[in-house]
Nanobody
């Protein structure tokens, strides 16, 4: 079955950096677009970054210039490099992919930005 396992979250001070990883199994990874979402307390889940199977990337305006999404098809892994973190980036971050039948989600990893 499809599994997405996130790692790399934690507590970081404002201005700091974290790199999230999402290891995928059960799919032919290199043909799937991969996404990072986040959900802050009391807010709806929002799309943060996308990387297509061909490596085209896009990020939401609020993280542009600070977050970078990348993938390593040899490792079946997608990354989210987060720099210059702000308190408003605090959220649970989820890895996602989808096919014509359904969405697949990881369990999420908590990112807390606080001094």
């Amino acid at each position: 079955q499809v599994q997405l396992v996130e790692s790399g979250g934690g507590l970081v001070q404002p201005g700091g950096s974290l790199r999230l990883s999402c290891a995928a199994s059960g799919i032919i990874f290199n043909i799937y677009d991969m996404n990072w979402y986040r959900q802050a307390p009391g807010k709806q889940r929002e799309l943060v970054a996308v990387i297509t199977s061909g490596g085209v990337t896009n990020v939401v305006d609020s993280v542009k210039g600070r977050f970078t999404i990348s993938r390593d098809n040899a490792k079946n892994t997608v990354y989210l490099q987060m720099n210059s973190l702000k308190p408003e980036d605090t959220a649970v971050y989820y890895c996602n992919t989808r096919n014509i039948r359904r969405d697949y989600w990881g369990q999420g990893t908590q990112v807390t930005v606080s001094s």
